[in-house]
């Protein structure tokens, strides 16, 4: 029964690695593909902040680990968001959701730019919103929403997601997006 447990606690151990290498190999492809980013090792999520609707929830790695006030953070698959505060060993992560998140964008193959923000009226969904788009694009759904990189602070043509809705903004002056990210934040 002893020989049985330790294969079954070796099993589970064996599963976990192999699930790390398998995101350790993805973002050293990242790494390949940006060699001007800086990433920190490896992040878990240890906590999340129940009151907020826009999901913002704490990771294990802070200061010590070279993570600094505003970093974006980053999976292999998109932008989820940037630190908002910050300890020696832990830190905030505000995610894409919110609207306290400007992050200029580009949309793909179609090459028009705007601002993402989160919007109350579709974060539940999962959702978010790029607008102060030119009322004359040719954005189709299923469009790729990458970061523009212009403000300096997200890394330039960072996948974000993906258009799932195009609509024209209540003064008529611009269209919006509604974006399903790439990330299940």
Do not use: W
Request: hydrophobic letters at 35%; glycine letters at 8%; aromatic letters at 8%.
């Amino acid at each position: 029964k002893k020989e049985i447990s330790k294969l079954h606690k070796d099993l589970v151990d064996y599963e976990k690695s192999k699930k790390e290498l398998s995101d350790l190999k993805k973002f050293i492809n990242i790494k390949e593909e940006n060699e001007s980013f800086e990433l920190s090792p490896p992040c878990n999520i240890i906590g999340r902040i129940a009151n907020d609707p826009y999901k913002s929830f704490i990771l294990d790695r802070g200061k010590k680990d070279g993570i600094n006030l505003y970093d974006p953070v980053v999976t292999s698959q998109g932008l989820v968001g940037i630190i908002i505060e910050l300890a020696d060993d832990y830190s905030t992560v505000r995610t894409i959701l919110s609207p306290e998140i400007s992050i200029g964008a580009l949309s793909v193959p179609s090459d028009f730019t705007g601002i993402i923000e989160g919007d109350s009226k579709y974060t539940s969904d999962g959702l978010c919103k790029m607008k102060y788009i030119d009322k004359n694009n040719n954005i189709e759904i299923g469009d790729t929403i990458i970061t523009s990189g212009n403000s300096g602070r997200f890394p330039e043509a960072y996948l974000v997601g993906k258009v799932k809705e195009i609509g024209i903004s209540e003064t008529a002056l611009s269209s919006y997006v509604i974006i399903e990210p790439f990330v299940d934040i």
